[in-house]
């Protein structure tokens, strides 16, 4: 019978990472006073030996029940919530408890009130870091509890790939796939009504929505006419569209979310313009009431759930290393051709 394999020790990630195990003991504590190369290369060592540190192996040897918090500064929008659904589905297969730590985005949290969050040192932590809340807070536990915390948000194909951290989906793609796809109507131009990023601009997440809106538009010799911005709800996308329903020149918008898509449907429909016959909507996420609008809108799916599922996971693996650590795919964004997109009318 094969013998179980032993735990890695602070000296097995110290030999691998070739520092020493005061310095994998700084990085494992949130010491600032180790150089970002050097973290990474511990990090790398931990990850690759599923290295856990004492205090979480304690808790996992005394029969703990086990817990993960997910902290998010908004648990109303779409994409964190159906997360936040994945993350509970997965952790109750596994009789974990899941506690939720809301940030409120008008507080500036300092480091000390961001770790205060946590019900304990090195609690197993989820961060929803699509806005600047929660990116403060992924950078805070980053720098103190690197080995235990996942962050989900809109990232590149390539940051994920990079990252041992990061959970997401590839926003820009998403919105390449929906601008292309307008463009093949028939289109000359697709405008954009764009949602705040976590850096304070617009166009989702690190503007990844509007920078593959863009790059379709550039790579077309299309015009790129200036995002619209908005904030997430209908009402001000309603307010914000007004001068873009009103110009009969605009045929097609990509809305960076699904309520960006109502509010515009409204004010075109006030504004006397058909859709799709004059104007063209496409939304994002895939929300359950998309199908169901008058007309049905077309959208682009984001598997929210799976990311929720798959941030489990990875934490589970991170925290614990005896656990396979999941493969780094995540869901490929998905065009939902309904009813609110078509050819432009053809001009005399």
């Known amino acids: 019978m094969a013998q179980p394999k032993k735990a890695a020790s602070i000296w097995d990630v110290a030999r691998l990472a070739g520092v020493s195990h005061q310095t994998v003991s700084r990085v494992v504590n ?28 304690r808790s996992l040897a005394g029969g703990a029940v086990e817990s993960v918090t997910v902290l998010t500064a908004d648990t109303s929008l779409y994409g964190p919530e159906a997360a936040l659904r994945g993350i509970e589905k997965a952790a109750r297969s596994l009789d974990w408890s899941v506690q939720i730590s809301v940030l409120d985005p008008a507080d500036t949290h300092s480091d000390a009130d961001i770790v205060a969050r946590l019900p304990r040192a090195g609690e197993p932590t989820i961060i929803m ?8 807070a992924k950078q805070v536990l980053l720098d ?14 390539e940051e994920l790939a990079a990252s041992p951290w990061l959970v997401g989906m ?24 764009a949602i705040p990023t976590s850096t304070g ?18 790579e077309a010799g299309r015009e790129v006419p200036d995002p619209v911005p908005s904030g997430w709800t209908i009402s001000e996308a309603f307010k914000a569209v007004q001068p873009l329903v009103a110009d009969p020149s605009v045929t097609a918008i990509l809305c960076g979310n ?25 939304g994002f996420d895939n929300t359950p009431f998309s ?4 007309p049905a809108l077309t959208t682009v799916n984001q598997d929210f759930e799976s990311v929720g599922r798959g941030a489990f996971e990875l934490l589970r693996h991170r925290v614990d290393g005896s656990n396979p650590r999941p493969k780094p795919s995540w869901p490929e964004p998905e065009l939902i051709v309904r009813e609110t997109s078509g050819p432009p009318r053809s001009r005399s």
């Open 170 to 193: 590839d926003d820009g793609k998403a919105a390449a796939e929906a601008t292309k796809y307008l463009l093949d109507l028939g289109h000359r131009t697709v405008h954009h009504l």
């Open 291 to 294: 199908a169901y609008t008058t």
């Open 258 to 282: 699904d309520n960006l898509a109502l509010g515009t449907m409204r004010a075109a429909h006030l504004a006397g313009r058909s859709v799709p016959g004059d104007l063209s909507i496409v």
């Open 30 to 57: 949130g010491s600032p006073r180790v150089a970002a190369a050097t973290r990474d290369k511990v990090l790398d060592a931990i990850a690759e030996l599923g290295y856990r540190p004492n205090r979480l192996a």
């Open 129 to 136: 870091a699509h806005d600047e809340p929660g990116m403060r």
């Open 201 to 218: 601009t617009f166009g989702g997440g690190k503007a990844h929505r509007a920078e593959g809106w863009a790059r379709v538009l550039r």
């Open 144 to 157: 103190t509890q690197p080995q235990a915390m996942v962050a989900i948000g809109p990232y590149t194909a």
